[in-house]
């Protein structure tokens, strides 16, 4: 289950940051910028720490459900990991606690992206 959450947040990474250089809004550019910046930091941190748990992952695979409006994505992404919270966290706190700093990137840029532009 890591693997598809890592192949969703690679995806809306790069998607944002193509948006990053094509949208007119200085408030969306500056909220793309950093979604794209923090979600790999953030990514990062939580695959470690799950992999301190469980084991190096599998395979990352292909996105499966691929979009070209990245608040579509970034909204479908979060509800994601909200359904499958417990199945990415395997029961660890921690590894849950990470996980949760993952959706708080993808939250904030929903809010920036709807409010701030």
């Given at each position: ?40 930091d953030a ?75």
């Amino acid at each position: 289950m890591i693997e598809q959450l890592i192949s969703r947040v690679f995806y809306a990474r790069n998607l944002a940051h193509y948006e990053h250089f094509r949208t007119k809004s200085y408030a969306q550019h500056k909220a793309l910028g950093k979604f794209y910046d923090a979600v790999i930091d953030a990514l990062d941190t939580l695959v470690e720490a799950h992999q301190g748990v469980n084991g190096i992952i599998g395979s990352i695979p292909a996105p499966e459900d691929i979009k070209s409006d990245i608040l579509k994505t970034l909204k479908g992404d979060a509800e994601w990991i909200e359904t499958h919270h417990d199945e990415v966290s395997m029961g660890n706190r921690a590894v849950g606690n990470l996980l949760d700093n993952v959706t708080s990137v993808y939250l904030s840029t929903i809010y920036r992206l709807e409010n701030l532009s």
